[in-house]
């Protein structure tokens, strides 16, 4: 399994705009063949700072995910979105038995 934790550093005019493009992207994410967890979270400690939590089965469904529409929307309107770059890190889970 493969999780990706991406952080979004949101400028407080684009919030709205953000959490309503990603609403959407996770509904639809949620119904990917191979998509185990997609969940969107806020800090506590860091107004607009947003993490998304995903969860997949392998690199295959993360290859057919980042061909979405949605995605590839929310993508092309990061930079308009962000305060700062995001910050992307993928990692391999492994479960115990």
């Given amino acids: ?3 990706i934790n991406a ?11 953000f959490i309503e493009d990603t609403k959407a992207l ?7 063949e191979g998509c185990l967890e ?3 979270y806020e800090s506590l400690e860091e107004r607009n700072l947003f993490i998304m939590v995903e969860v997949w089965a392998d690199d295959a469904a993360i290859e057919i ?4 529409p949605l995605l590839q929307k929310l ?11 995001p910050v992307l890190r993928v990692s391999d889970l492994i479960e115990n038995a």
């Fill in 38 to 40: 997609y969940h969107l």
């Fill in 7 to 17: 952080q979004f550093f949101i400028k407080e005019d684009k919030r709205e705009v």
């Fill in 1 to 3: 399994m493969k999780v």
């Fill in 26 to 32: 996770i509904a639809e994410t949620r119904k990917e």
């Fill in 75 to 85: 993508f092309g309107n990061v930079a308009d979105f962000s305060a700062k770059a």
């Fill in 65 to 68: 995910h980042n061909q979405s």
